[in-house]
């Protein structure tokens, strides 16, 4: 036999392999498909339910009809009316609002008298694509309210013709891309390092055949899974800490205390485990899980509301960001290492994860169970 006969007979092995794996098969082809069809259909470049306060200290007559321009617009919810400039930027710093729309004293008279007037658009700069989307939105909306003054104007002969110039200040102003950039990647790393070696745990013991000699011991199966949390816990809070010294190092900002960035650490890496320990007890082959595990981190990616918030994903897909460990990091992280809040303010997406990670345990179980009986 030949080398080109020897090389053909590997792939021909191969590919018989890979084609009686169905389950594996089915995986290769149908989850990537799966994932750029569902994000091509949940992203649009539109934004909808951004919510935003306005100050209003113009209390003029065009002042008032952008007011109105503003409470209109399908893009976003006027929550708030907000009494001053350093009460709007304080909501956005805080993150009740993703941008305040400040309307000065001067506005009405400005348009009156023919000069250029503007408005101050305070944008929240913890996001990565939605301020571009808040500017471009406003910008339509005032193209509006201009022909909309042109014609008011008109029919009454004075015909004025207003140009109203945007003037953008992001919140926190000192916000550089590593800022951003740095909890994401700390919470890509604390999330899939865990989560890949935890879906690979049971997996591999049921392969090797040891899976049922464990349990024929005085090991129970919440010994065998809880057993498994603790040393892959410790692996991802690890490298949670050395992406946050590798940030800081770099220059990226940190307001918040290091034991309450540890603790959101924990908590995700607590249920990207729980996740990787259920994917594990579901999953037939290492190559299964590993495919799970690698589908779980685009979709994490795509779907976690870094990349694209919810506000620019249609309603229908915004159930699946909800569903992801990272978001719930996300805003947890943002809040503590760039708005300086404690671990109790954060305290909301912290119980969710620990939830989260109670579910995917009890199925982990419960599917346990089943694979044993």
């Known amino acids: 036999m030949n080398a080109l006969e020897r090389f053909g007979a590997v792939i021909i092995k191969e590919a018989k392999q890979m084609i009686r794996d169905k389950r594996s098969l089915a995986f290769t082809i149908v989850l990537p498909l799966a994932i750029i069809t569902l994000f091509g259909l949940a992203y649009s470049g539109e934004a909808t339910d951004v919510v935003i ?11 008032d009809l952008l007011i109105q321009h503003f409470l209109s617009h399908p893009v976003f919810i006027v929550k708030y009316t907000l009494p001053d400039y350093e009460t709007g930027e304080y909501y956005v710093e805080e993150g009740y609002v993703r941008a305040v729309i400040v309307i000065p004293s001067t506005f009405s008279e400005s348009i009156k008298s023919q000069q250029t007037s503007y408005i101050v658009v305070i944008l929240d700069g913890t996001s990565i694509t939605l301020p571009s989307k808040i500017v471009e939105e406003t910008q339509k909306i005032l193209q509006d309210f201009s022909k909309d003054v042109f014609r008011k104007s008109a029919a009454e002969g004075k015909f004025l013709y207003p140009q109203v110039d945007t003037v953008i200040k992001y919140v926190p102003s000192s916000l550089k891309i590593i800022d951003v950039i740095g909890p994401v990647v700390m919470g890509i790393m604390t999330q899939q390092v865990p989560l890949t070696l935890a879906s690979l745990s049971i997996v591999r013991e049921r392969e090797k055949g040891t899976l049922e000699k464990l349990l024929s011991t005085p090991i129970t199966k919440y010994d065998l899974i809880f057993g498994k949390l603790v040393p892959y816990c410790f692996v991802g809070v690890l490298i949670g800490i050395l992406q946050l010294t590798i940030t800081i190092a770099l220059g990226g900002m940190n307001r918040g205390r290091v034991v309450d960035i540890i603790i959101v650490l924990f908590f995700l890496s607590l249920a990207s485990l729980a996740l990787g320990i259920f994917i594990s ?19 994490s990616f795509l779907f976690s509301g870094f990349l694209f918030p919810p506000e620019m994903m249609k309603s229908f897909v915004r159930p699946i960001i909800y569903g992801m460990p990272l978001y719930y990091f996300f805003l947890a992280i943002v809040d503590v290492m760039i708005r300086g809040k404690t671990i109790i303010e954060v305290g909301i997406p912290i119980f969710l994860l620990g939830i989260y990670a109670i579910i995917m345990l009890v199925l982990a179980l419960k599917f346990l169970s089943a694979r044993i009986g």
Do not use: C, W
């Open 53 to 63: 306060g306005i100050v209003d200290s113009d209390h003029g007559e065009y002042g």
């Open 281 to 299: 007890i579901v999953s037939r082959t290492e190559l299964q899980a590993v495919q799970v595990s690698v589908f779980f981190l685009i979709a």
